[in-house]
């Protein structure tokens, strides 16, 4: 685990403390001041065998065979004394013509269905910002992805049947996806993305490097055609989409391009130590920078996607290689990179509403403390980063920190200006558990500083856990806790610089995710355990929450030896409003038993009781097959019709008749 994997030690107590007033955070002003502060800061991490740093690599390889000049800068790879500068460009080159900029051709209209009432969509954390999937639909059609595959399935008979009408095979498989209209966007990785030459070092081979892979498609008459590629160099973290804009979260790393040289057959430590400076002492501006390609129509344009200009970075702390960069983009629209807004740092964990993106990354840190230490590797913090969303795009508001590690995007919220943060202190996952509690803190941004400043903190919860789930809804905070029972905690909000708990109630078992069924109640979606903390299997509870003094369990369902993929992913979930029913994929592979599915169900004011089950055709088959037809994503289309996916299958249930198949469509 990396030592610095965000802001470094020093940067963070400065933040946690607010230490000085003075502007912590800023802007470089030009390219070769950013030259100079990636140089300056490498060239002194560079050893014989490369870089030596825990925070960045660089890519390695013998000199062997390739003689060159010891005198010359680079060694083998026969540098220029001096190599030219170039001011880096959003659109560095490339024979894009205008015509290729036109997405008129966008015929989507309005089929009437409302969403939510029609169909259900892909079950997000808010409202209104909608998150990627590998599952979507309009209520008309519904697509897929699975594997490189993308499907498009034609709904008939009000969601009763299906058709396959398309198909299109993509170069890579996507990880999911994001639609408006008869657009889509693919979003992926690969890892032979080639930089543009006039930004790649002369002595990197070019074998590939890791990018986002953006695929947009556009559907007419259930027809799919590929219309864009966009490769942006970097990992691809998380998106999210607001009335058809897409904000994506990359991480790229300057140093993974870069090969250097490591000492072999007559070449000494000292020789290729002198390469190695030699190389990153000649870099220029665009060689720290992440580039991008866009094809479209069998042609290109590329260029960077993050300008000197937009980079913020620590004036007084070096906080890594790292660039987290948030980029705008429409769907429908011509995929150019043209707004983006970047600092240095890593990138993890990523909460958005409609007009703020949060992103957070938890580290643990083994330097500050002795082998030897009960809290050895419990020392987590977790930097914040927040950033303005508006029509013009992102850009950088603030950066804070706090102890502890973040379990995922349910553990931060916004409220009135004010971010909220969960995480658990301690060591969490070592013997010496006793140490670990948890705690929300409460942050308003400082402008002027950029600073997130700690306003409230409501901690001491859950002594000797660490937190399973949360869930904000309004004013309130709902905070789960586990090591052996399960404490669920009801925090007010309603003043984030007096929060306070005002209630808990305690159970065996755990939730992994919560989710708010109608009011005064809370859906739990975690597993059950015994009195000694060891899980027995998926369990669902049903909370009542209406009285924020004395939260009460109403009712439970349980299903021995199994799990759910719902409890780690809350799209894997679905709640139908209309039919008060929960739906989840479980699995059960013991011994003794074996389901793969889907279950349904009934969630009333006051019980939880099981309407039936789905399975995609599994008797019989081998373990591989088993698995390709375990359940993945759920969703209601006509009211009253359950499609079911699995990696082969899309598959037809009426809600009320549940031991009957519809309908059955391929879409592998």
């Known amino acids: 685990m990396s030592l610095l994997t965000s802001f470094s030690l020093a940067l963070l107590l400065a933040l946690l403390t607010n230490v000085a007033n003075a502007r912590l955070i800023s802007k470089f002003g030009n390219c070769p001041e950013l030259n100079n502060y990636y140089i300056n800061r490498a060239v002194n991490l560079v050893g014989p065998y490369g870089l030596n740093s825990h925070n960045a690599y660089t890519r390695s390889r013998s000199p062997q065979g390739q003689p060159g000049d010891p005198g010359t800068p680079g060694g083998p790879a026969d540098l220029p004394l001096r190599r030219p500068f170039a001011e880096p460009q959003r659109v560095a080159g490339g024979n894009l013509t205008e015509a290729d900029r036109d997405t008129s051709f966008d015929d989507s209209e309005d089929n009437g269905l409302v969403a939510g009432v029609d169909f259900s969509t892909t079950n997000v954390q808010v409202t209104g910002v909608d998150e990627p ?21 034609q709904v008939l008979e009000g969601g009763k049947t299906g058709r396959r009408v398309g198909q299109l095979k993509l170069p890579t498989a996507p990880r999911d996806m994001l639609i408006q209209g008869d657009f889509l966007l693919a979003l992926g990785d690969v890892s032979s993305y080639r930089r543009p030459v006039h930004l790649r070092y002369k002595t990197d081979p070019s074998y590939g490097e890791e990018a986002t892979v953006v695929y947009q498609i556009h559907v007419r008459g259930g027809t799919p055609r590929l219309v864009s590629t966009l490769y942006l160099e970097g990992r691809y973290i998380k998106s999210r989409e607001v009335d058809g804009v897409v904000r994506l979260v990359l991480r790229f790393n300057p140093l993974s391009s870069i090969w250097l040289y490591y000492p ?46 937009d980079i913020y970075h620590s004036q007084n702390v ?50 500050d403390v002795p082998t030897n230490s009960a809290r050895w590797g419990s020392n987590y913090q977790t930097a914040i980063h927040h950033f303005a969303l508006s029509d013009a795009g992102a850009s950088y508001v603030a950066s804070g920190a706090v102890t502890g590690s973040v379990i995922n995007q349910f553990a931060m919220h916004e409220m009135h200006d004010t971010f909220f943060i969960a995480t658990t202190d301690g060591a969490t996952w070592w013997s010496r558990r006793d140490l670990s509690r948890s705690k929300v803190t409460a942050f308003l941004p400082n402008r002027d500083t950029r600073q997130l400043v700690k306003i409230g903190e409501v901690g001491n919860l859950g002594v000797g ?18 090591r052996q029972v399960d404490p669920l905690y009801i925090i007010d909000l309603s003043n984030p610089r007096a929060m306070r708990v005002t209630g808990e109630l305690k159970i065996p078992g755990f939730s992994s995710y919560l989710h708010p069924v109608g009011a005064g109640r809370l859906l739990g979606v975690g597993q059950e355990a015994t009195l000694t903390g060891r899980t ?20 439970a369902w349980k299903l ?109």
């Open 133 to 153: 999937d590998i599952i979507k639909t309009d209520g008309r059609r519904v697509f897929t992805v699975s594997g490189n595959t993308f499907s498009v399935v």
């Open 264 to 309: 072999t057959r007559g070449v000494q430590p000292s020789q290729t130590k002198k390469w190695n400076r030699e190389i990153i002492q000649y870099s220029r501006p665009g060689n720290w920078l992440p580039t991008y390609r866009l094809q479209r129509n069998g042609r290109e344009q590329f260029g960077v996607y993050a300008t000197c200009n």
């Open 318 to 367: 070096f906080a890594g290689f790292n660039l987290l960069t948030v980029v705008t983009l429409p769907i429908a629209g011509f995929l150019e990179p043209s707004s983006s807004a970047s600092i240095m740092s890593d990138a993890k964990t990523v909460y958005a509403t409609k007009k703020s993106m949060f992103v957070t990354t938890s580290e643990r840190r083994f330097d």
């Open 465 to 482: 856990e660490r937190i399973f789930s949360v869930r904000y809804i309004g004013e309130t905070a709902y905070v789960v806790t586990f």
């Open 536 to 555: 027995t299997g998926a369990k669902v509870s049903l909370f009542d929450v209406s009285d924020k003094t004395n939260p009460r369990e109403l009712s």
């Open 560 to 668: 021995s030896g199994s799990y759910s993929d719902a409890q780690w992913d809350h799209r894997a979930f679905l709640y139908w409003r209309r039919e008060r029913v929960a739906v989840m994929p479980v699995n059960v592979y013991s011994s003794s038993q074996r389901f793969t599915g889907a279950i349904v169900l009934n969630v009333s004011e006051s019980t939880i009781t099981e309407r039936g089950r789905v399975t995609h055709n599994t008797t019989g088959l081998n373990w591989w097959d088993w698995w390709s037809r375990s359940i993945k994503r759920n969703a209601i289309i006509g009211k009253e019709y359950l499609w079911s996916m699995s990696n082969t299958l899309l598959q037809v249930n009426n809600l009320n008749k549940l031991n009957e198949v519809e309908a059955q469509v391929p879409i592998a």
